[in-house]
């Protein structure tokens, strides 16, 4: 890609970042387009669809995330790893409201922009969580899927104005029902 290239489509990023930030992942391409100085037509040849800018926006955040979990992988406690992604999982979310909805869409949608770094990001947590079940600290009747499922309930309670200061809360109740140590150590 040509540098003046290059330029414009992370000038184009970085509007949608703050769009969607602001906005949610429904934000307009219109609004996108006209916040960045161009016209739609120029947003749409980088970007042919939301999904392709939304997974171009999320692409990094989710290799962020997947690197995350491979170095909370080395860490001494399966159990405090396993809880210290997912609320980093949780807390990533907050960025773009209702990034949780398009994820789950997404992972079960294989023709999706989103589908593979989806996939990547759950087996990412999943390598954790196997982690924690092998140490004998997780729950054995869970899985990636569930992990995944989780991570999108506590994450959109951080959508939900009124809930959302109960989600640290709630990911501490969370972690206490999948972990056995957390539920020993809190009795």
């Excluded at 979990?69 to 406690?77: P, T």
């Excluded at 399966?78 to 210290?84: M, Q």
């Excluded at 009124?162 to 809360?169: C, F, G, T, V």
Aim: hydrophobic letters at 50%.
């Amino acid at each position: 890609m040509r540098a003046d290239a290059k330029k414009n489509r992370d000038h184009l990023l970085t509007v949608a970042g703050t769009a969607v930030a602001e906005q949610g992942v429904d934000a307009s391409m219109r609004d996108i387009a006209r916040r960045a100085g161009v016209g739609l037509a120029t947003l749409l040849r980088h970007f042919p669809t939301r999904e392709a800018l939304l997974e171009a926006l999320l692409h990094a955040s989710f290799e962020e995330l997947t690197a995350k979990a491979a170095e909370f992988a080395s860490s001494d406690s399966p159990g405090d790893a396993l809880v210290a992604w997912t609320r980093d999982c949780v807390a990533w979310t907050t960025t773009y409201r209702g990034v949780t909805v398009l994820m789950a869409a997404a992972i079960e949608d294989e023709a999706s922009a989103l589908h593979a770094s989806c996939v990547t990001l759950r087996a990412a947590g999943t390598r954790l969580l196997t982690r924690a079940q092998d140490a004998g600290v997780a729950r054995m009747d869970i899985d990636g899927d569930d992990l995944f499922a989780l991570i999108a309930m506590l994450a959109w309670l951080g959508d939900q104005p009124s809930l959302a200061p109960r989600a640290d809360h709630l990911i501490d109740v969370v972690a206490r029902a999948v972990l056995h140590e957390a539920a020993s150590a809190s009795r």
